[in-house]
């Protein structure tokens, strides 16, 4: 499994799509935050490759001391699959 940080859009409207199915409305922060505290540094968004398919992403929340993981959501045709463990 490949590890990315997103690149273009195509990557960032992948990762937008998977986050807005696979968290409930009350568990969200608005993406646009998400996007902000990214280009600030305050955070890094990436999303998961495995045999060049869209997979997932992971957001976290960094400090200098520490990092949070914010976000962590599966393609729903790859679930059940370990792909989350991995």
Known sequence: MDIKKPSGLFEWIRIYRLYQAAFPANEKK????IRTMHKKGKSDVWYCVENRKFAGLVVTINDPEQILLDYLAVAKNRRGQGNGSK
């Open 30 to 33: 608005p993406f646009s935050m």
